[in-house]
């Protein structure tokens, strides 16, 4: 299990690193596959992957990303990009009106899944994509790792070497307050290193920078992951999927990341690009 966690874990990597590195197109169809996929996974949880009200978060998802890859067109006289709001607006009234039309074939439950499949899933991680599409996004993207993968594995060592105290015993018992510590304050330390080789072309400010993103985007890592947990745990699933060998489904690795990404964009706008 160890074995094969591992070497699809470096697999995973070398494939990021590479769409990454071909530019924000590729990061944007890849991006938008994993949200599909993503939004799968947590329909089926709730019985709605292959249903209307699943469906139209699948086409909804398309749309949206369509609307950022023909960002420099305009559409009935209106820039593209300013869809993005009604877009959002409509997905809901789209969703509940198939809830009223179809009543009572879908639960209330179920039709709250199909708004959470959109946006916790599809809009969430679509941030990956703008940081990407940022000015040296190529540099700054890697910090999603760093915050994400970078303070999962540090949380995992702290908690085994000097775990005591458990930090949610009934949503997840193995993770500990030892571990929480040591995941934000490694992904701060990893952060402020990466910003070291990153000085020459980024600046002097950046190692500073970085760090605080870093420790402050591994916050919003540790929730994502629980939440992911929490709805696992709600509805007796153990993972998400299996289309990642030892690691799960697209959820099961890219819960943390689907809350990180949103903050480092915001932090990454707010702190480089003013």
Not at 86 to 97: D, E, N, Q, T
Not at 173 to 198: D, F, N, Q, R
Request: net charge positive.
């Amino acid at each position: 299990m160890f074995k094969t966690r591992l070497i699809s874990g470096v697999f995973l990597v070398a494939a990021a690193v590479l769409i990454l590195w071909l530019g924000s197109g590729p990061t944007l169809i890849v991006t938008a596959a994993l949200s599909l996929i993503g939004e799968f996974e947590l329909c089926r949880v709730y019985g709605i992957e292959k249903s209307s009200i699943g469906y139209i978060a699948y086409i909804w998802t398309i749309l949206y990303y369509a609307m950022f890859a023909f960002d420099e067109y305009s559409l009935f006289g209106f820039e593209v990009l300013r869809l993005d709001r009604p877009m959002l607006v409509m997905y809901i009234i789209a969703v509940l009106s198939l809830y009223v039309i179809q009543f009572p074939k879908y639960s209330d439950k179920q039709m709250l899944a199909a708004y959470m499949a959109f946006f916790y899933v599809g809009v969430m991680l679509l941030h990956i994509y703008k940081i990407r599409n940022l000015e040296n996004g190529g540099c700054y993207v890697v910090l999603l790792f760093l915050c994400s993968w970078g303070n999962d594995t540090l949380a995992y060592v702290t908690g085994r070497l000097f775990g005591r105290h458990k930090m949610s015993p009934v949503l997840s018992p193995k993770k500990s307050k030892e571990g929480l510590v040591g995941g934000i304050v490694g992904a701060g330390l990893l952060g402020w290193l990466y910003g070291l080789m990153m000085r020459s072309v980024l600046g002097d400010d950046v190692p500073v920078k970085f760090m605080i993103i870093c420790a402050l985007g591994a916050i919003p890592a540790v929730i994502g992951d629980l939440a992911a947990s929490g709805i696992k745990r709600n509805n007796d699933v153990k993972d998400y999927g299996t289309i990642i060998p030892g690691h799960g489904g697209v959820l099961d690795r890219f819960d943390s990341m689907i809350f990180t990404a949103p903050l480092i964009y915001y932090l990454l706008r707010f702190a480089i690009h003013g």
